[in-house]
Nanobody, 122 residues
Framework: QIQLVESGGGSVQAGGSLRVSCAAS????????LAWFRQAPGKEREAVAT???????SYDESVKGRFTISTDNNKNTLDLQMNSLKPEDTAVYYC????????????????WGQGTQVTVSS
């Protein structure tokens, strides 16, 4: 059974940086999509960034140039480095994992972490 556990959320002022991580265990996909989603109060959950098993990355337009998704296969972790944070980045951030599809950013994911809160103050 796949387990995903996020960590590293917190509070920061606008313009600051945070890094969130997701520890993954129990999956054996040879090819995969890994993703970070976020959900702000009163809004639907949205895909922020994805990375596939070939290392290809995709980003939502709202975070391009500010966020970087990466994996550490030795540690089985998925990270999201968030720079130049804005108040509108405030949300609960979730990691997700599933088998590979060509467009990871559009994939429906079945494995989710519990989420970690990121709060950006102005």
């Amino acid at each position: 059974q796949i387990q995903l556990v996020e960590s590293g959320g917190g509070s920061v002022q606008a313009g600051g940086s945070l890094r969130v991580s997701c520890a993954a265990s129990g999956y054996s996909y040879r090819t995969y999509c890994l993703a970070w989603f976020r959900q702000a109060p009163g809004k639907e959950r949205e895909a922020v960034a994805t990375i596939d098993s070939d290392g290809r990355t995709s980003y939502d337009e709202s975070v391009k140039g500010r966020f970087t998704i990466s994996t550490d296969n030795n540690k089985n972790t998925l990270d999201l480095q968030m720079n130049s944070l804005k108040p509108e980045d405030t949300a609960v951030y979730y990691c997700a994992a599933d088998t590979y599809v060509r467009w990871c950013l559009l994939r429906q994911y079945t494995n989710w972490g519990q989420g970690t809160q990121v709060t950006v103050s102005s």
